[in-house]
């Protein structure tokens, strides 16, 4: 019923800069709260960022100061603007939302398909 997209994974370089987006699309009435998550090989998934519909922001101390999370409401998309990449950035980062479903009356988590980051020399 409802798809995450996520792109702008890749390869950098530490101290370089990428920009992670993801849109939802399907049967949406519309979207609470969004979300970037990360999980490191042998590590748990940990949340990086989130954002409410109006606006408000909560990120790990990892990455404070050096991601900012963001959103489009017209386009169902949010935004990760990741400057100053360590290696222990490093995982693959997961899109969340909580969507509320056109016809139904509760909200439904949604994950994406996951972007590889990897901050490497």
């Known amino acids: 019923q409802v798809q995450l997209v996520e792109s702008g994974g890749g390869l950098v370089q530490p101290g370089g800069s990428l920009r992670l987006s993801c849109a939802a699309s399907?049967?949406?009435?519309?979207?609470?709260?969004m979300g970037w998550y990360r999980q490191a090989p042998g590590k748990q998934r940990e949340l990086v960022a989130a954002i409410t519909s109006g606006g408000s922001t909560n990120y790990a101390d990892s990455v404070k100061g050096r991601f900012t999370i963001s959103r489009d409401n017209a386009k169902n998309t949010v935004y990760l603007q990741m400057n100053s990449l360590k290696p222990e950035d490093t995982a693959v980062y997961y899109c969340n939302s909580l969507v509320v479903v056109a016809g139904k009356a509760h909200e439904y988590d949604y994950w994406g398909q996951g972007t590889q980051v990897t901050v490497s020399s």
């Open positions: 399907g049967s949406i009435f519309s979207i609470n709260a």
